[in-house]
């Protein structure tokens, strides 16, 4: 009986160290005796106890934050950019053994890629070409994990901490620009206005007459919005039209 008990706990034992599930998502790299003999799953695995190894390996895309970094800009602007990188697993035979901790090394290289890449370009640039910035950025570090089996599919830069006095000085400048378009509108408009004013004064010159009318037009405006009296100067040419009708009769 004792020897039946000890013979089912060994069986246990053996099948707890000898049985491994992998999800959808994971791979199993499977060491023999220190020499990777294949990379499976999903599913049921089977190992020998005490002469296979497995190293799980996450297939699914990874979110990594990359802190924020003292960055000094070509025009010698110090910021602190921070950025976030998507990547996946896509050949987990080389994530293990390629490397010694993918996550790490993917997360160093990230940091000192946005350090030399927005060191490489000036504030203006980081500000208004972020798509140009991220695309780069994608682009060294997928070429630099190609080798560790690792896909870097986007990555985005989140925020810029510029210095305070810097911050002032893009509010002045940026006010200065609105300012700079309000005169240049309100500089079009007055143009504008003295096209048209030009061409009803040379309309008006062919007939004398609209310029009397225009005048007492203009009295009649100023009647009706204010309840005081005022005293025009009335110009002799404007009952000429008249002066004249009396002369005829």
């Given at each position: 009986m004792?020897?039946?008990v000890v013979l089912v706990v060994l069986v246990v034992m053996f099948l707890a160290s000898a049985i491994r599930v992998l999800n959808e998502y994971e791979r199993g790299v499977i060491f023999r005796l220190g020499?990777?003999?294949d990379v499976k799953g999903p599913g049921l695995i089977i190992l020998i106890p005490v002469v296979d190894r497995m190293?799980?390996?996450d297939m699914r895309t990874i979110t990594m934050d990359v802190p924020p970094q003292d960055v000094i800009t070509?025009?010698?602007?110090?910021?602190?950019v921070n950025a976030v990188v998507y990547f996946r697993v896509m050949d987990a035979n080389s994530a293990v053994i390629q490397v010694e901790n993918f996550l790490y090394a993917t997360s160093q290289l990230a940091q000192t890629t946005l350090r030399s890449v927005c060191g490489q370009v000036e504030l203006d640039e980081i500000l208004?070409?972020?798509?140009?910035?991220?695309l780069q950025l994608q682009e060294i570090l997928d070429r630099s994990t190609d080798p560790w089996g690792i896909k870097v599919s986007l990555v985005e830069v989140k925020h810029i901490d510029l210095p305070e006095e810097m911050k002032r000085a893009m509010a002045k400048q940026a006010e200065a620009e609105r300012e700079r378009r309000a005169k240049i509108i309100a500089a079009e408009g007055e143009y504008q206005a003295a096209q048209k004013l030009i061409e009803a004064a040379?309309?008006?010159?062919?007939?004398?007459?609209s310029v009397q009318?225009?005048?007492l037009q203009t009295l009649n405006q100023i009647a009706?919005?204010?309840?005081?009296?005022?005293?025009?100067?009335?110009?002799i040419d404007l009952f000429g039209p008249f002066l004249k009708g009396k002369d005829k009769e």
């Amino acid at each position: 009986m004792y020897t039946l008990v000890v013979l089912v706990v060994l069986v246990v034992m053996f099948l707890a160290s000898a049985i491994r599930v992998l999800n959808e998502y994971e791979r199993g790299v499977i060491f023999r005796l220190g020499r990777v003999i294949d990379v499976k799953g999903p599913g049921l695995i089977i190992l020998i106890p005490v002469v296979d190894r497995m190293i799980k390996v996450d297939m699914r895309t990874i979110t990594m934050d990359v802190p924020p970094q003292d960055v000094i800009t070509r025009d010698n602007v110090s910021i602190k950019v921070n950025a976030v990188v998507y990547f996946r697993v896509m050949d987990a035979n080389s994530a293990v053994i390629q490397v010694e901790n993918f996550l790490y090394a993917t997360s160093q290289l990230a940091q000192t890629t946005l350090r030399s890449v927005c060191g490489q370009v000036e504030l203006d640039e980081i500000l208004s070409e972020r798509e140009k910035i991220n695309l780069q950025l994608q682009e060294i570090l997928d070429r630099s994990t190609d080798p560790w089996g690792i896909k870097v599919s986007l990555v985005e830069v989140k925020h810029i901490d510029l210095p305070e006095e810097m911050k002032r000085a893009m509010a002045k400048q940026a006010e200065a620009e609105r300012e700079r378009r309000a005169k240049i509108i309100a500089a079009e408009g007055e143009y504008q206005a003295a096209q048209k004013l030009i061409e009803a004064a040379a309309l008006m010159s062919t007939q004398p007459i609209s310029v009397q009318l225009r005048y007492l037009q203009t009295l009649n405006q100023i009647a009706a919005e204010n309840n005081s009296t005022t005293v025009f100067p009335v110009p002799i040419d404007l009952f000429g039209p008249f002066l004249k009708g009396k002369d005829k009769e």
